[in-house]
């Protein structure tokens, strides 16, 4: 069962508008993490931000922030004032649990985001 | 601060060969993941070292083997090529066990550029 859901495979935005990403995830464990990566072209998978399922707050980094709606098991990431140097692939990822034997980070399929000058 | 870092960077192989990827992980760090990439796709779990021992595998095949060292590097094996290898190999460290105590670690996996592999 696909865990993590991105639903738009490519994304166009304006420069310098605002640009959301959609991610839901499927889990039934009270504890997890929620990771959002940008991957260039060049390959390298670069970290963004994280969500805690027991953060009380919605997760910021810079011009990233991470829309956390528990209830409906959606993490979507909202770039603001988006610039040429975001066109990339971005991936929503998620890490379970309690007690877990190891630290399996599950990634969804991506999607592209492609800022127009 | 030292990033990881992966070697090399790119691979060309024929089917039935074998191939070793490394990885050296970020300072501080004492777990490294590995991850395989397919052409327009997320990253797929391999499996991860912690303590020099293997510490979690996804379904991958008994071919992919690794092994990891007292610096925390890593090195990835994976025998009997076949074309369905071609893919981005990512490695990633991390902390482990959890630096919060039983909740799922806020410790961020931080990944190296990649080895690209080409089978043909």
């Known amino acids: 069962a696909q865990k993590i859901t991105q639903t738009q495979p490519g994304m166009f935005v304006q420069e310098k508008e605002a640009v959301t990403l959609d991610c839901t995830y499927d889990?039934?464990?009270?504890?997890?993490?929620l990771f959002w990566y940008k991957q260039p072209s060049s390959g390298e998978m670069i970290f963004l931000i994280y969500q805690g399922s027991y953060d009380q707050q919605n997760a910021t980094e810079g011009r990233y922030s991470l829309n956390f709606q528990k209830a409906r098991k959606s993490a979507n990431l909202v770039i603001s004032a988006s610039q040429l140097g975001d066109s990339a692939m971005y991936f929503c990822?998620?890490?379970?649990?309690?007690?877990?034997?190891?630290?399996?980070?599950?990634f969804g399929p991506g999607t592209s985001l492609s800022v127009i000058p | 601060e030292t990033g990881v870092t992966q070697s090399p960077t790119h691979l060309i192989k024929t089917r039935g060969q074998q191939v070793t990827l490394r990885c050296s992980s970020q300072?501080?760090?004492?777990?490294v993941s590995w991850y395989q990439q397919a052409l327009g796709q997320g990253p797929q779990f391999i499996f991860q070292?912690?303590?020099?021992?293997?510490?979690g595998r996804g379904n991958f095949p008994p071919r992919f083997s690794g092994l990891q060292f007292p610096n925390y590097s890593s090195e990835l094996n994976v025998n009997a090529l076949e074309l369905d290898d071609s893919a981005l190999y990512l490695c990633?460290?991390?902390?482990?066990?959890?630096?919060?105590?039983?909740?799922?670690?806020?410790?961020?996996?931080?990944f190296g550029p990649g080895t690209r592999l080409t089978v043909l």
């Open positions: 990633a460290s991390s902390l482990f066990p959890s630096s919060s105590g039983g909740a799922p670690s806020t410790d961020t996996q931080y």
């Open positions: 070292y912690y303590r020099e021992e293997e510490n």
């Open positions: 889990t039934s464990d009270p504890s997890y993490g």
């Open positions: 990822a998620m890490r379970e649990g309690w007690e877990t034997s190891y630290d399996k980070v599950i």
């Open positions: 300072s501080g760090h004492n777990t």
